[in-house]
């Protein structure tokens, strides 16, 4: 693993549309994708019990020595703006912001994601053209 992954709820249609916009301005390409419930992700969460109960989006980057980092929530967010720089980097500026208090709208958002999108019964399915950026 030498690129970052984004782990995602798959249940979630906003984590959905998420997914789908980051790959429509995603310019790089390294970046890959995978649900929180899939193996990927129970790995992930296995090797990193701070994960549990977390159900929103997580950037993991991996280290030169094997190991990854973590950035759970809003941290996520802006770590998928400055990924995709450009205009994106705008939002670098929620740096300012406390990350308690970014985390606070974040839970807050999160809390009532299923609500604004619906809860889906079936995951993102990625066309052939993009799959291989997809892990199980």
């Known amino acids: 693993m030498t690129s970052p992954i984004l782990l995602y709820d798959g249940d979630c ?16 390409g390294p970046l ?3 649900p929180l419930q899939g193996t990927f992700g129970t790995a992930v969460k ?10 929103s989006m997580v950037w993991v980057e991996p280290r030169s020595d094997g190991s990854e980092r973590l950035f759970i929530r809003s ?3 802006l770590r ?7 205009l ?26 299923h609500q604004f999108s619906g809860h889906r019964e079936a995951c993102l399915v990625p066309g052939p053209e993009i799959r291989s950026r997809f892990l199980e």
């Open 88 to 113: 994106w980097n705008i939002f670098l500026v929620g740096y300012l912001i406390p990350a308690a208090l970014r985390d606070a709208v974040y839970n807050f958002i999160a809390r009532h994601r």
């Open 32 to 34: 890959r994708f995978a």
């Open 46 to 55: 296995a090797r990193h019990p701070e994960l549990n109960g977390v159900d």
């Open 75 to 77: 941290a996520a967010g």
């Open 80 to 86: 998928i703006a400055r990924y995709l720089g450009g």
């Open 13 to 28: 249609g906003i984590c959905a549309e998420g997914v789908q916009r980051v790959l429509r301005h995603d310019r790089n």
